[in-house]
C-alpha cells in the first residue's frame, strides 16, 4: 500500500477511529472506522491476500465474483478508492462482457444499456431546441373577491343555506309576529310584577326596621 502511494489514506482512517454515540455500543458496533481502500481481488488461493489485509484499519477486501454495492458507494455516495488486482482487473469483460457478445460466464447477461444518451434533464429542458418549441408560461389571472356576511346579505344565505329564505318568510308572517308580540308582552308584564314585588318588599322591609324599639347597651 506504501508503494502505491496510499500513505494518506491509510493515516486518514487511522486517526479517526472514535466512539459510537448511543446504543450501538451495547450492540457489537462500539467503534466508529471511516471507510478506506477497498481491495478487489480474483483468488485467494495462491496470493493470500485476505491474510495480508486483515489487521490494516480501514481497508476492505472484496472478491470481483462477489462484488458488493455497499461496498463500492458506501452510504449510496460514488468515488471510493479501489484496488484492483491485474487478475480481478482481467475478469470483468469475463463475468460482465460488453454490450455486443455479452457475459461468456453468467449465461444470457449482457450490460443493460442506457435508454437517454444524456441524462441531465434540467439541461434538456433549458435547451434552445426545447424552448423554442414551447409556449411561454400563462400567468393566471388575479381575481379579488370581496367577502360577504351572509348574516346580512340574503343572497350569500342563500348559497349557505338554502332553507334560510322560507324560514325567514316563516318569521315574519303574520301569525309568528302576533305570537312574538304576545311573548314580548308577556315577558314585560312579569318584568314589571317582578319589580312591584321586589319594591313592595323593600318598603315593608324598611317599615319594620323604623318601628322596631332601639336597644342600648348597659353601661359597665
Known amino acids: 500500500m506504501t508503494q502505491l502511494g496510499l500513505d494518506a489514506e491509510l493515516e486518514k482512517v487511522k486517526g479517526n477511529k472514535k466512539l459510537r454515540a448511543g446504543r450501538g455500543k451495547a450492540r457489537n458496533r462500539k467503534w466508529v472506522l471511516r471507510k478506506g481502500p477497498l481491495v478487489i481481488y480474483e483468488e485467494d488461493e495462491k496470493t493470500n491476500i485476505e491474510r495480508g489485509f486483515r489487521n490494516i484499519p480501514g481497508v476492505e477486501l472484496a472478491n470481483v465474483n462477489r462484488l458488493n454495492l455497499l461496498q463500492l ?3 449510496g455516495n460514488f468515488g471510493r478508492l479501489c484496488v484492483w488486482t491485474e487478475s480481478a482487473f482481467k475478469k470483468l469483460n469475463a463475468l460482465y462482457g460488453s454490450y455486443k ?3 461468456s460466464i ?6 443493460p444499456r442506457p435508454l ?7 439541461r434538456i429542458i433549458n435547451s434552445n431546441e426545447i424552448q423554442s418549441v414551447l409556449e411561454p408560461a400563462k400567468e ?3 381575481s379579488y373577491r370581496q367577502k360577504k356576511n351572509p348574516l346580512k346579505n340574503k343572497s350569500i344565505m342563500g348559497r349557505i343555506c338554502p332553507a334560510a329564505a322560507g ?3 316563516v318569521r315574519k308572517s303574520p301569525q309568528m309576529l302576533k305570537k312574538m308580540a304576545k311573548n314580548k308582552a308577556a315577558k314585560m ?3 314589571k310584577k317582578h319589580s312591584a314585588e321586589k319594591h ?3 318598603k315593608n322591609l324598611l317599615a319594620a326596621h323604623i318601628k322596631a324599639p332601639v336597644v342600648e347597651a348597659d353601661e359597665e
Not at 453468467?106 to 450490460?111: A, F, M, P, Q, S
Not at 437517454?116 to 434540467?122: E, F, L, R
Request: hydrophobic share 30%.
Open 200 to 202: 313592595k318588599y323593600f
Open 106 to 111: 453468467k449465461k444470457g447477461y449482457t450490460l
Open 101 to 103: 457478445p455479452g457475459s
Open 73 to 75: 458507494a458506501p452510504g
Open 189 to 191: 308584564s312579569l318584568a
Open 116 to 122: 437517454m444518451t444524456n441524462c441531465d434533464v434540467a
Open 140 to 142: 393566471p389571472e388575479k
Open 167 to 169: 324560514l325567514a318568510k
